[in-house]
C-alpha cells in the first residue's frame, strides 16, 4: 500500500528565515505531486503540482518555491519568510486512474512564522 | 473559474440524529467531486468520488450523492467519532487541481 510522509509536524521560524519542508511517498512510482496550503477558516489553496522530475507548476505567486529531486520526493522551500506564510502545508499524491485523479493527503506540517 | 460553497459552517447533531451538509459548485466540466474527511491538525482523508450526475457512494453512516449543480453528504444516525470537518472538493477536465470548499465542521454530542 502507498503511504505518504511529511516533515516537520511543526515549524515555527522567525519572519526572514528560509523554509525546507520534504514530502514523500512510498509504495508507487512516478505518482502526481501536491502542495497545497491551507489557512484557518478557509479552503486548500493550490501551491504547486508535479507530473514528474523536474515538471512543477506554480498556481499562486509568491515567495515560495518547490523542488521534486526524486521521483517520490517533493520539496517546498522559501529563502525568506513572511508572516503571511504562516499555515497548514499539506502535500498530497495522486496517480492517474480512470480518467480522474484522487488525491492521497499526507499528515500536514503546522508551520508558524514570527 | 471553478468555484466550490459549502453549507452550513458548522452542523452540532445530536447522537443519532440524521442530517446533510451541502456542496453548491461550479465548474467548465466536471471531472469528479471528492469529499473529504479532516480532523484537526490533520491531512484530510479520502471519502468519496463521484463522476456523474445521479450517482451515490456509501461508507458506513456516510453517502454522497451527485446532481448537476450539488452534491450531498448525508450522514445516517451520527455518532460522536463522526465529529470532523468535510471538504468538499471540485476537479475539472483536464486539470490537475482540486477547488475545495471551506469545509463543514460537524460536531456530534453524545
Known amino acids: 500500500s502507498q503511504t505518504i510522509h511529511q516533515w516537520p509536524a511543526t515549524l515555527v521560524q522567525p519572519v526572514g528565515s528560509p523554509l525546507s519542508l520534504e514530502c514523500t511517498v512510498e509504495?508507487?512510482?512516478?505518482?502526481?505531486l501536491y502542495w497545497y496550503r491551507q489557512a484557518a477558516g478557509r479552503g486548500l489553496q493550490l501551491l504547486f503540482y508535479s507530473i514528474g522530475i523536474d515538471q512543477i507548476s506554480s498556481e499562486v505567486p509568491q515567495n515560495l518555491s518547490a523542488s521534486r529531486p526524486q521521483d517520490r520526493q517533493f520539496i517546498l522551500s522559501s529563502k525568506k519568510l513572511l508572516l503571511s506564510d504562516s499555515g497548514f502545508y499539506l502535500c498530497a499524491w495522486s496517480m492517474e486512474a480512470r480518467n480522474t485523479d484522487t488525491q492521497y493527503f499526507g499528515p500536514g506540517t503546522r508551520l508558524t512564522v514570527l | 473559474e471553478d468555484q466550490v460553497t459549502q453549507s452550513p459552517e458548522a452542523l452540532r447533531l445530536q447522537e443519532g440524529e440524521s442530517s446533510s451538509l451541502n456542496c453548491s459548485y461550479t465548474?467548465?466540466?466536471?471531472?469528479?467531486l471528492f469529499w473529504y474527511r479532516q480532523d484537526p491538525g490533520k491531512g484530510p482523508e479520502f471519502l468519496f468520488t463521484?463522476?456523474?450526475a445521479g450517482e451515490e457512494k456509501e461508507k458506513e453512516r456516510l453517502k454522497a450523492t451527485l446532481t448537476k449543480k450539488e452534491s450531498f453528504l448525508h450522514i445516517t444516525a451520527p455518532k460522536p467519532e463522526d465529529s470532523a470537518t468535510y471538504l468538499c472538493?471540485?476537479?475539472?477536465?483536464?486539470?490537475?487541481?482540486?477547488?475545495f470548499g471551506a469545509g463543514t465542521t460537524v460536531t456530534v454530542r453524545a
Open positions: 472538493a471540485v476537479q475539472a477536465e483536464d486539470d490537475y487541481k482540486l477547488s
Open positions: 465548474v467548465s466540466g466536471l471531472r469528479g
Open positions: 509504495g508507487t512510482s512516478n505518482p502526481n
Open positions: 463521484l463522476y456523474s
